[in-house]
């Protein structure tokens, strides 16, 4: 952590995006969390994001419920509205915004405490209504608010700082999300902007519940020898399963993809996501052939990177629920509060 | 790119825009934290080593650290201006102790005992060569044409930009120490120096004292009326001159023409104009020059090219300019040049200030002194020696009209030369800048400097008022920072001195460092050739002049580190966030050798703080 603000000052040939804003437009405050965090790489990829996507700040919502990944939206989109929640409910904190007011990019971030411990149940059930947020699990598989204690993510073998092995198996949050429902599912890493970032662009044009499990170093607790979610480690047993290359709706494709090896997928805004693949026989689109694929790589040791799984074509929470296409704030207060006169017709229909 | 070498000091000396710079390479990061800890008494004497005349240059430097200064390249609110460098010195020297004591005295038994070394000319070049020598045990005579040494910084430069007192003061803490200063003493004949007085080794810093005529028709008519710039100016200097005209026409646009512009105001005239040849972008007066005449309501005309002297009755009463039409490209080069038609002024006295040059007519051409088709002698670049063994030019003298600071730095190159030549040591084999690098770390997040960025606009220096500031010839017209304006100014300063150093093997590519730079200097990724690598920067490489640091491969993934140096703040914070300490913040002291080094003293240590 520093105790100085980040100076104002700026390289005067930063690039502009579409609105006329640099990226230090998108920043927030000063993160006070772990030099060398992998939460604040992560936060520097929403950042670099939201600024390549031209999406005025003030058009995203960023929700959290309690750890230290959930203290990361207070340093990045300055401009942005946001809800901190109780732990482990920020999922249906996301949910109610989200059925309040579509029109908002959503981007809830989690960690492996938050969502697959005390939060799971509400994770499931966001994932299940397909809520159209991006959800990023900040996965490190420790407790590293209070001092370091394993998480529900940690792999069977891996130490502790001071040795002590895990003996119980992990969640994959990824194999989670293909079995709940969600209709966008990667993995990634917090010390690879290459990847990242593209993911979270597509992740955020996608419409539904995208979730992305991000590897993302504890530096204080869990970079150590014996460590599975350490920087080493992670670099070591990478695994891209497949690479993304995002591509927004005003721009045409450049580069040059050999005819096979590479599938583009269009989302719902124009925007097309170009899958490169690296296993050659890898389908992101077959859900079925996704978690077996999945399930095999874990037990080969790999850290399966990459979108695991897509589908545009999956009807969201507003979809299923036939709720309004105009978000409650645009809507004139006689609608929304019909009085208590219709109130009370309504209650004599159901005497 | 291979990894940059940052064992050779030029990398981080060339990171500290101001010292790099700096002909005479002044501490200038180190002076500026010694006045942020008002030790005024310390920062002058840090100022002293390397340029000699803190006071005088405080004031009259032509400062190229400034346009240099990192902080004019940035971006904050708007443009960032540079850190008002050559005010901050002259707060040094206002606001210091008596330091006559803390010179270095002769040592009598040193390594120069028993040599004897001239100077000719009493101006900035020879009193460094004195200053430098003098400790080592040298006897120095200096031979000076005026009744007062100084030269162009008494002669040429007006009272009220350069009291006499500092020159006084200035030059005393060289002269009191045992130097021999012979003014009244022009030197006729080179050939009786060097052959009759038994000099082991003499140092010509006699200046450009030749200003540029303009022989147009009516010039030898109207002489009485046409001077030449630096000598009239010395003619003020001297109180030979006292009034002149009250319209008056300045020809050319440099240092000088601003000077004698704003001195004819101060003797009389009342409407004085500055005639340039070419568009403003072509003018070579300094900015804050033009600045400062312009704000005495000179105005200054582009475009004339002078034609002819008009007299009436064989009095000057008038002057014809063609009137100038240029044709400018993108870059800014005139690519064509018409002449519109003739345009005449009235005038009462014309100065011309249209440049100077060198002139020797006191040198035999039979001494082994090679002169080129110029009729300037042949020096050499490093020793500043001239193509006879044990003699030596420096200042204006040896390669045309420059600056004060550039004399300065010739003194102390020729200082070196001379101890050698002395010592029976070739001139040519110099002892090579050298380097200390020292953490600034305290504790965490705790820096021996103030690193956090001051985004204040740069301070304007206070001046007399226009009305109180005419009435006599030597009332100072900038009063200098207070000590309190000073305190404020010093923290705009980016203490570009205080180096990132990079350890590649502790690096675990976490990223931290490139998401808090607010410059966007960091970038990790895979190698390539320079050009290659400026391309993928994480903000665009957008000025060549400056390095690129590059790591070793980095241990995890076998990409290097690139850090851009150009728009770096020195605030810190990579180092803050980096969690294995592969960035650390260390203070840079560059060693650079005057003759008291080569002589065998140590260099002195600085405080980080």
Not at chain 2, 29 to 55: C, E, H, W
Request: overall charge negative; proline content about 5%; aromatic content about 6%.
């Amino acid at each position: 952590m520093s105790f100085m603000k980040k100076p104002t000052v700026r390289h005067p040939g930063l690039p502009r995006n579409d609105l006329g804003l640099t990226v230090r437009d998108y920043e927030g405050g000063m993160s006070t969390l772990c030099a060398g965090c992998g939460h604040d790489a992560i936060t520097g990829a929403i950042v670099q994001a939201a600024h390549e996507l031209s999406i005025p700040p003030h058009g995203f919502a960023k929700l959290s419920g309690i750890g230290c990944s959930s203290k990361t939206p207070a340093y990045f989109l300055g401009a942005s509205h946001g809800f901190n929640s109780c732990h482990g409910r920020m999922p249906s904190v996301a949910t109610g915004a989200n059925a309040a007011n579509r029109d908002l990019h959503y981007i809830g971030v989690s960690g492996d405490g938050d969502s697959l411990s005390i939060g799971f149940g509400q994770f499931a059930h966001a994932m299940r209504r397909n809520v159209n947020m991006l959800y990023l699990v900040e996965n490190n598989g420790v407790y590293g608010l209070t001092k370091g204690q394993f998480s529900a993510s940690a792999d069977i073998g891996s130490t502790a700082k001071k040795g002590e092995e895990n003996l119980q198996p992990p969640i994959d949050p990824c194999q989670a999300a293909l079995t709940l429902g969600a209709s966008f599912v990667a993995r990634s890493f917090s010390g690879d902007k290459e990847q990242l970032v593209p993911l979270l662009k597509a992740g955020l044009q996608h419409r539904g519940f995208g979730m992305i499990d991000i590897i993302s170093p504890c530096v204080t607790f869990n970079d150590h020898e014996g460590s599975t979610k350490s920087y080493s480690y992670s670099r070591q047993h990478f695994h891209k399963a497949i690479s993304a290359d995002f591509v927004p709706p005003s721009e045409t494709i450049k580069a040059q993809y050999s005819e096979g090896a590479s599938m583009p997928i269009e989302l719902h805004d124009g925007s097309k996501i170009i899958l490169r693949k690296v296993d050659g026989a890898y389908d992101p689109t077959d859900k079925a052939a996704a978690a077996i694929y999945l399930r095999e790589r874990q037990s080969a040791g790999e850290i399966t990177t990459g979108l695991l799984y897509i589908n545009e074509a999956q009807q969201e929470m507003h979809d299923l629920a036939g709720s309004s296409d105009t978000p409650m704030n645009q809507i004139p207060y006689e609608r929304l509060n019909p009085g208590s006169d219709m109130l009370k017709k309504i209650q004599s229909r159901m005497r | 790119m291979r990894p940059t070498d940052t064992s050779d000091p030029q990398y981080y000396h060339k990171v500290v825009d101001c010292q790099w710079g700096c002909p005479a390479h002044t501490d200038v990061p180190g002076y500026i934290r010694l006045i942020a800890q008002a030790k005024f008494t310390d920062a002058y004497m840090l100022n002293r080593q390397s340029n000699v005349f803190p006071g005088i240059l405080g004031r009259v430097c032509d400062r190229p650290c400034e346009p240099a200064c990192r902080r004019g390249r940035l971006e904050a609110d708007g443009e960032e201006e540079p850190v008002a460098i050559c005010r901050l010195k002259r707060v040094a020297a206002d606001n210091r102790d008596e330091v006559r004591h803390l010179l270095k005295q002769p040592d009598k038994s040193g390594p120069g005992r028993g040599k004897k070394i001239a100077c000719v000319g009493a101006g900035p070049a020879s009193l460094t060569v004195a200053n430098d020598l003098l400790p080592l045990g040298y006897d120095i005579t200096i031979f000076e044409a005026l009744n007062v040494g100084g030269g162009l910084m008494r002669s040429n430069i007006p009272s009220f930009r350069l009291p006499v007192e500092v020159i006084n003061d200035e030059i005393g803490m060289i002269v009191e120490r045992g130097v021999t200063l012979k003014c009244n003493h022009p030197i006729n004949s080179m050939k009786s120096l060097l052959e009759d007085e038994g000099f082991d080794a003499v140092f010509v810093g006699t200046g450009a004292p030749k200003g540029k005529n303009l022989s147009i028709p009516g010039r030898e008519e109207a002489r009485a009326n046409i001077h030449i710039g630096i000598e009239w100016l010395e003619s003020v200097a001297f109180d030979h001159i006292e009034k002149i005209g009250k319209n008056v026409l300045i020809i050319g646009v440099g240092n000088t023409a601003m000077d004698c512009c704003r001195t004819s105001l101060r003797l009389g005239a009342d409407n004085v104009k500055v005639m340039a040849r070419k568009p403003r972008a072509f003018f070579k007066a300094s900015a804050w020059e033009l600045d400062d005449a312009e704000e005495e309501n000179v105005e200054i005309i582009i475009n004339r090219s002078p034609k002819a002297f008009v007299l009436e009755d064989g009095k000057l009463v008038g002057m014809t300019f063609e009137e100038m039409e240029y044709d400018v490209d993108a870059e800014g080069n005139i690519t064509d040049t018409r002449v519109a038609g003739d345009v005449t002024y009235p005038c009462d006295d014309v100065i011309l200030a249209i440049g100077q040059d060198n002139a020797f007519p006191w040198i035999e051409r039979d001494l082994g002194i090679e002169f080129d088709k110029w009729e300037v002698p042949v020096v050499d670049k490093v020793s500043y020696e001239s193509t006879r063994p044990g003699l030596f030019f420096g200042g204006d003298a040896a390669f045309g009209p420059l600056n004060i600071i550039w004399a300065v730095e010739h003194g102390h190159q020729a200082g070196i030369s001379i101890h050698k030549y002395c010592q029976g040591e070739s001139v040519s084999e110099r002892m090579p800048k050298g380097m200390t690098l020292e953490s600034a770390k305290m504790g965490i997040h705790e820096w021996s400097y103030s690193n956090d960025y001051d985004d204040a606009d740069r301070l304007l220096v206070p001046h007399v008022g226009l009305k109180d500031r005419f009435k006599k010839l030597n009332i100072e017209v900038e009063l200098g920072f207070t000590a309190e304006q000073a305190a404020e100014e010093v923290e705009r300063c980016l203490n570009c001195d205080i180096q990132t150093v990079f350890t590649e093997k502790l690096c675990i590519e976490c990223d931290a460092c490139i998401d808090v730079c607010p410059v966007d200097c960091l970038t990790i990724t895979t190698n390539g050739d320079e050009a290659d690598l400026r391309g993928r920067l994480s903000a665009p490489a957008i000025n060549p002049e400056e390095d690129l640091l590059v790591s070793d491969s980095l241990p995890q993934t076998g990409r290097v580190m690139v850090k851009d140096e150009d728009l770096c703040v020195h605030c810190g914070l990579c180092a803050e966030r980096c969690p294995t300490a592969a960035w650390d913040m260390q203070k840079f002291t560059l060693e650079k050798p005057h003759a008291v080094n080569e002589a065998g003293a140590p260099f002195q240590k600085q405080e980080v703080a």
